[in-house]
């Protein structure tokens, strides 16, 4: 796909939506189901959108048909990161506690963080497609 990169990216800001939108929750519990519903859809497409992206990434890696390597890494990265976040984020709900202005500070700083990681990921993979923007940036040189 041409276009992996923005569609990686943009899988982070809907994850990012999807999050807050959660934790919104707190301020409007009678919307809650509705709320919760949205959320979960956005989620299922930010998975489907970073899942599609993934193998692209992988792929640009692949030297000497290592492919299943450089997957078995990548899943076993996306593994960690993610046991080291649920546990980062249970030991921030111990000083949270029941206070939403502190989760909504928390979520927006992590929130933040995680598309600057995003942004420099999608910088440093290098891709050997030549999309309509790299076409264009090629052509004004």
């Known amino acids: 796909d041409i276009h992996s990169k923005t569609w990686y990216f943009m899988s982070f800001a809907l994850l990012s939506t999807a999050t807050g939108l959660e934790i919104a929750t707190i301020l409007y ?11 979960n859809m956005i989620k299922g497409l930010s998975w489907m959108a970073g899942g599609s992206t993934r193998s692209v990434f ?3 890696f692949v030297r000497d048909n290592n492919i299943a390597d450089i997957t078995a890494k990548n899943t076993s990265q996306y593994i960690f990161a993610s046991l080291f976040g649920t546990a980062a984020g249970v030991s921030a709900c111990a000083y949270i506690g029941q206070s939403a202005p502190l989760a909504m500070l928390c979520f927006s700083a992590l ?13 440093s993979i290098p891709l050997p497609t030549l999309n309509s923007t790299r076409l264009q940036l090629l052509s004004a040189r």
Do not use: D, H
């Open 29 to 39: 519990p009678q919307w809650f189901l509705v709320m919760g519903s949205c959320a």
């Open 58 to 60: 992988n792929l640009s």
């Open 111 to 123: 929130a933040w963080t995680s598309m600057c990681s995003a942004y420099q990921t999608v910088k």
